[in-house]
């Protein structure tokens, strides 16, 4: 049963292009969470996923990022129009059911952004 | 000030001390997890608890609800031990997203 898959691992974006981070959760997870870390600082939450729902996006900035999970395929979270400001490193989670049903949550090894 | 404190932020230690890292949060929870992130950077899941205790190998958590404190415990430790724990709660109320601590670094010498 393979992890929470995330790719790709690294990613250089100049300034002003767009990011995609993709993310397969674990297989029966059906919550998806991304998170980011910036440098020298904790991780904080961006977005809690279902299948084709967004349920929390409290976390997310309010302008150029975006989040989906389709019914079919891998999490996906998009950034445009990239600052110096995003490079961090972006991980996702999943857990079977939301963490309410007190479900363990389970992380992907993490994608690298690094904006030049 | 973080709703997620951890002490101590650094930690350096001999192979086979007892090692105790600290967790207080200022807001009402319904889980607190324990996370370990290793050099390279992945992060995995150690403890969830909403009350009591856990032992699981070498790593014991514990939690006081009523004084909101955690502590995670490491017996014998040993040098692959060496990485980030990070404490993160999940609140009470229907909030799903997790809030983090700081985390703290440890380093077991041989």
């Known amino acids: 049963n393979a992890g929470v898959m995330q790719n790709p691992r690294h990613l250089v974006r100049r300034r002003g292009q767009e990011a995609r981070l993709r993310c397969s959760p674990m297989?029966?997870?059906?919550?998806v969470y991304w998170y980011r870390q910036l440098p020298e600082e904790g991780l904080k939450f961006m977005v809690y996923?279902?299948?084709?729902?967004?349920?929390?996006e409290s976390g997310m900035p309010k302008e150029r990022f975006s989040a989906e999970f389709p019914k079919e395929g891998p999490s996906i979270l998009r950034i445009q129009q990239v600052v110096r400001g995003d490079s961090a490193a972006y991980f996702c989670?999943?857990?079977?059911?939301?963490?309410?049903?007190?479900?363990?949550?389970?992380f992907g090894e993490g994608s690298w952004l690094t904006v030049v | 000030k973080n709703e997620v404190e951890q002490s101590p932020q650094n930690l350096t230690a001999q192979e086979g001390e007892f090692i105790t890292i600290n967790c207080s949060y200022s807001?009402?929870?319904?889980?607190l997890h324990w996370l370990q992130q290793h050099p390279g950077g992945g992060i995995v899941s150690l403890f969830m608890?909403?009350?009591g205790k856990k032992k699981h190998g070498r790593l014991i958590a514990t939690i006081n609800i009523q004084e909101k404190h955690s502590s995670l415990h490491i017996t014998a430790s040993h040098p692959r031990d060496s990485a980030v724990y990070i404490c993160?709660?999940?609140?009470?109320?229907?909030?799903?997203?997790?809030?983090f601590g700081k985390g703290t670094h440890l380093i077991i010498q041989p």
């Open positions: 807001v009402g929870i319904s889980a």
């Open positions: 989670a999943s857990s079977p059911q939301g963490l309410f049903s007190g479900n363990t949550i389970y």
């Open positions: 993160a709660v999940r609140r009470g109320g229907g909030a799903d997203g997790l809030t």
């Open positions: 608890l909403s009350s």
């Open positions: 996923l279902q299948k084709e729902n967004i349920i929390d």
């Open positions: 297989k029966g997870h059906s919550h």
